[in-house]
């Protein structure tokens, strides 16, 4: 047992039982290594990274590399999805160097953190051109020991390079009707029209730039950006990214076609992609979209709630076959036989014809993945949903893939904005009580009595890593999305506490935005990423929780911040769009206003509900009745029924409609 044990990341617990002598990533660590004048190995992975467990198998299970790794090393482990920071810092150093990056990350630093040798999976021979690990090493090891001076000029040019990387702002001014219209013609470029999504293999799925094309066409009624956002989702829906049988989706597809997924499943996929298709619904009325919001939204309660209330980070990718071997996707794939074994020979050419099985396979070893294959023809859907629940029970016999319990504040913020808003849309209050349980956890847990947000819980209990900037912004989207479902107003001023706190620790000048606090650990660099990857950037995230909060209270801090914040998407919006889809979805909200909506009425009531389900992009809604309703909500102020009726008041640019009772007035009024 090394030094991991007993510390809250299932990652990294994964590792206590090696034979390799690691650190978690502390002062302690480095200071080690000054003492014994060796360098630090760093090895950045995550607990549902297939190639992150192929390398542990291989390497630092192995007692002979251990042996020669402690001699000669601090070896030093860190969870990603627990200190992102620590992970961008050293992966654009890596990417800087090498020209790509990825998982597990290798970064050989000095005992001042300074990295000098980078590299991702390394093989335990040599393979395709890459030297061994162990060649890796004792090359290291050779550099360190007789050519120092070259590892320090190396050392400190990289630090040097990485220092002059800040962004002073983004752009000047906010993104316009200009930067908006070339970010959707560079989208339109990069657009798969046979197959959906944008650009070629990995396919990743876009759900921020798919919100954007959605908030787009909502203002403007432009066709080809709901067409474009229609028919990704559909093919996404039905190829083997998304799980056929139990709902979700998968990491990413390796192809262009989605028909093989990277089995892992992360909450923040499904959180994203479940919140898009309900807005897909709400825009179009597509059962399907309905059908996978739901699917979605079921399967992260399902498979990803904790006892506590939040939700766990991720399903592995890997879990065991027939034979007992740990391999990728064992647990959803089949062969026609495995088809006839659970559902006889009749059934089982049915479900093989509707699920695209083949006796070739579309994976590996003449297994398929379960897709919905535009070639099935009609189908009998009765028949299609007995297949899938008799299939559903059998799968659920199999070896389950592990799960890392770690409850991350970014990405429960996500699922709760999601479950909230598809709990009300499709009258599901079971999910937004389990997105208010969630909320209450990350209140309880992860503010709990110092008032800064913890990154991370596990089993009820704060981890030690500060919250960075995307965890506000997340969480108060999440907090916002909650109050205007809820009518408590509670949830708006938690957000707006989480929000001063961005102003106040994350915010520079000229709107720029770090990823990490002002009093944050201080590393070699201070990280400062506004491109949206698989999720929303932490600057992108906290100018569109600012712009909303500005909203429901006329705070003009908070507007000031958010648009000081969408600087970097005027610069950034027209050059890379699909790198800087949220930040454009945000922009249209920006562009539209985002519309107030104040429903003095009941929650829940018609007007409430046709006010959650206006398109109008980022709109606001407080909903309550009777005189407390305006201590909850400042836009319920002075908002009084009309005719004794519950009424509605929709306001913009500081004009505000006529007040309205009538819900096809106001549907009209929000694009609905």
Same mark, same amino acid.
């Given at each position: 047992m090394n030094r991991?044990?007993g510390?809250?990341?299932?990652?990294l617990?994964?590792?206590a039982?090696?034979?390799v002598?690691?650190?978690?990533?502390?002062?302690?660590?480095?200071?080690?290594?000054?003492r014994r004048d060796?360098?630090v190995?760093?090895?950045?992975?995550?607990?549902?990274?297939?190639w992150c467990?192929?390398?542990?198998?291989?390497s630092f299970e192995?007692?002979?590399?251990?042996?020669?790794?402690?001699?000669?090393?601090?070896p030093?482990?860190?969870?990603r999805e627990e200190?992102?920071?620590?992970?961008?810092?050293?992966m654009?150093?890596?990417?800087a160097a090498t020209?790509?990056?990825?998982?597990?990350?290798?970064?050989?630093?000095?005992?001042?953190?300074e990295?000098?040798?980078?590299?991702?999976?390394f093989?335990? $021979?040599p393979?395709?051109?890459?030297?061994?690990?162990q060649?890796?090493l004792?090359g290291?090891t050779?550099?360190?020991?007789?050519r120092?001076?070259?590892v320090?000029?190396?050392?400190?040019r990289i630090v040097?390079?990485?220092?002059?990387?800040?962004?002073v702002?983004g752009g000047?001014?906010v993104?316009g009707e200009s930067?908006?219209?070339?970010?959707?013609l560079?989208? =339109?470029?990069?657009?798969?029209?046979?197959?959906?999504?944008f650009?070629?293999?990995?396919?990743?799925?876009?759900?921020?730039a798919?919100?954007f094309?959605l908030r787009?066409h909502?203002?403007?009624?432009?066709?080809g950006?709901l067409?474009?956002a229609a028919?990704?989702?559909?093919?996404?829906?039905?190829?083997?990214?998304?799980?056929?049988?139990?709902?979700?989706?998968?990491? %990413?597809?390796?192809d262009?076609?989605?028909?093989?997924?990277h089995?892992?499943?992360?909450?923040?996929d499904?959180?994203l992609l479940?919140r898009v298709?309900?807005?897909?619904w709400?825009? =179009?009325?597509?059962?399907e979209a309905?059908?996978i919001a739901?699917?979605?939204?079921?399967?992260?309660?399902?498979?990803?709630?904790?006892?506590?209330?939040?939700?766990?980070?991720?399903?592995d990718?890997?879990?065991e076959?027939?034979?007992?071997r740990?391999?990728?996707?064992?647990y959803?794939v089949?062969?026609?036989?495995q088809l006839r074994d659970?559902?006889?020979?009749?059934d089982?050419?049915?479900a093989?014809?509707c699920?695209?099985?083949?006796?070739?396979?579309?994976?590996e070893?003449g297994?398929?993945v379960l897709?919905?294959?535009?070639?099935?023809?009609?189908?009998?859907?009765?028949?299609?949903?007995?297949?899938r629940?008799r299939?559903?029970?059998?799968?659920?016999?199999?070896p389950h893939?592990g799960r890392d319990?770690?409850?991350?504040a970014a990405w429960?913020?996500l699922?709760?904005?999601?479950?909230?808003e598809?709990?009300?849309?499709?009258?599901?209050?079971?999910?937004?009580?389990?997105a208010?349980?969630a909320?209450?956890l990350?209140?309880r847990v992860?503010?709990?009595?110092?008032?800064?947000?913890t990154?991370?819980?596990k089993d009820?209990r704060a981890?030690?890593n500060?919250?960075?900037?995307?965890?506000y912004?997340?969480v108060a989207e999440g907090?916002?999305?909650l109050?205007a479902?809820?009518?408590?107003? #509670?949830?708006?001023?938690?957000?707006?506490?989480?929000?001063d706190?961005v102003l $106040?620790q994350?915010?520079g000048?000229?709107g720029?935005?770090?990823?990490?606090?002002?009093?944050?650990?201080?590393?070699?660099?201070?990280?400062?990423?506004?491109?949206d990857s698989?999720?929303?950037?932490?600057?992108?995230?906290?100018a569109g929780?600012l712009?909303?909060?500005?909203a %429901?209270t006329?705070?003009?801090?908070?507007?000031?911040?958010?648009?000081?914040a969408?600087?970097?998407?005027k610069?950034?919006?027209?050059r890379v769009?699909?790198?800087?889809?949220?930040?454009?979805a945000?922009?249209?909200?920006?562009?539209?206003?985002p519309?107030e909506?104040?429903?003095a009425?009941?929650v829940g009531g018609e007007?409430?509900r046709?006010?959650?389900l206006?398109r109008?992009?980022?709109a606001?809604v407080?909903?309550?009745?009777g005189p407390?309703a305006g201590a909850?909500?400042?836009?319920?102020?002075?908002?009084p029924?009309?005719g004794?009726e519950?009424t509605a008041?929709?306001?913009?640019h500081?004009?505000?409609d006529?007040p309205?009772?009538? #819900?096809g007035e106001l549907?009209d009024?929000?694009?609905?």
């Open positions: 991991l044990a510390v809250t990341s299932p990652y617990l994964q590792h039982d090696n034979p002598d690691w650190w978690p990533w502390a002062p302690e660590a480095f200071e080690e290594a000054r060796v360098p190995l760093l090895s950045v992975g995550y607990s549902a990274c297939h467990h192929v390398m542990a198998h291989e192995d007692d002979e590399t251990a042996a020669y790794l402690n001699a000669h090393f601090v030093v482990k860190v969870d200190r992102p920071d620590v992970d961008a810092v050293y654009e150093a890596v990417q020209g790509h990056g990825g998982w597990p990350m290798t970064v050989f630093l000095t005992p001042d953190a990295p000098f040798y980078f590299g991702t999976y093989p335990p $021979e393979r395709h051109g890459s030297p061994s690990f060649q890796v004792e290291v050779t550099a360190w020991t007789d120092r001076e070259e320090a000029e190396v050392a400190g040097a390079d990485l220092a002059g990387r800040s962004l702002h000047d001014g993104p930067e908006v219209a070339q970010a959707l560079g989208l =339109t470029r990069e657009y798969d029209e046979q197959h959906g999504g650009g070629g293999a990995p396919k990743f799925p876009p759900a921020m798919v919100e094309l787009h909502a203002r403007t009624g432009a066709e950006a067409q474009m028919d990704t989702c559909t093919a996404m829906a039905r190829g083997g990214i998304y799980d056929q049988l139990g709902g979700g989706f998968a990491r %990413y597809s390796v262009r076609e989605w028909i093989v997924p089995f892992e499943k992360m909450l923040y499904n959180a479940c298709y309900a807005h897909l709400r825009a =179009t009325g597509s059962d309905r059908r739901l699917e979605t939204a079921d399967f992260m309660v399902r498979e990803l709630r904790t006892a506590e209330g939040g939700f766990a980070s991720a399903l990718a890997d879990s076959d027939a034979e007992g740990h391999v990728e996707g064992a959803y089949w062969t026609p036989e659970v559902l006889g020979e009749d089982a050419a049915f093989a014809a699920f695209g099985v083949t006796e070739e396979g579309t994976f070893e297994a398929s897709r919905l294959p535009g070639d099935a023809g009609p189908v009998d859907a009765a028949r299609v949903a007995g297949v629940a299939l559903l029970a059998a799968r659920d016999e199999r893939p319990d770690k409850v991350v429960n913020g699922a709760i904005a999601a479950l909230a598809t709990g009300a849309y499709f009258d599901r209050p079971d999910l937004v009580e389990r208010t349980e909320a209450d990350l209140v992860h503010l709990g009595e110092v008032a800064r947000l990154r991370t819980s009820g981890g030690d500060a919250g960075v900037l995307e965890d912004g997340d907090f916002l999305a109050a479902v809820t009518g408590e107003g #509670a949830w708006l001023e938690f957000a707006g506490f989480l929000l706190i $106040e994350f915010t000048e000229g720029q935005l770090f990823d990490t606090a002002h009093d944050a650990e201080q590393l070699i660099r201070r990280p400062q990423d506004p491109t698989a999720t929303p950037s932490g600057w992108t995230a906290a929780a712009l909303s909060y500005a %429901y006329g705070s003009e801090p908070h507007r000031t911040a958010a648009e000081g969408l600087g970097v998407v610069a950034l919006g027209p769009p699909r790198f800087v889809g949220w930040g454009l945000v922009a249209e909200a920006l562009l539209d206003g519309r909506v104040a429903v009425g009941p007007l409430h046709t006010a959650l206006g109008a992009p980022g606001v407080a909903a309550g009745e407390g909850e909500f400042p836009l319920l102020v002075d908002r029924l009309v004794g519950p008041y929709v306001c913009r500081f004009v505000c006529a309205t009772t009538d #819900a549907a009024k929000l694009g609905g």
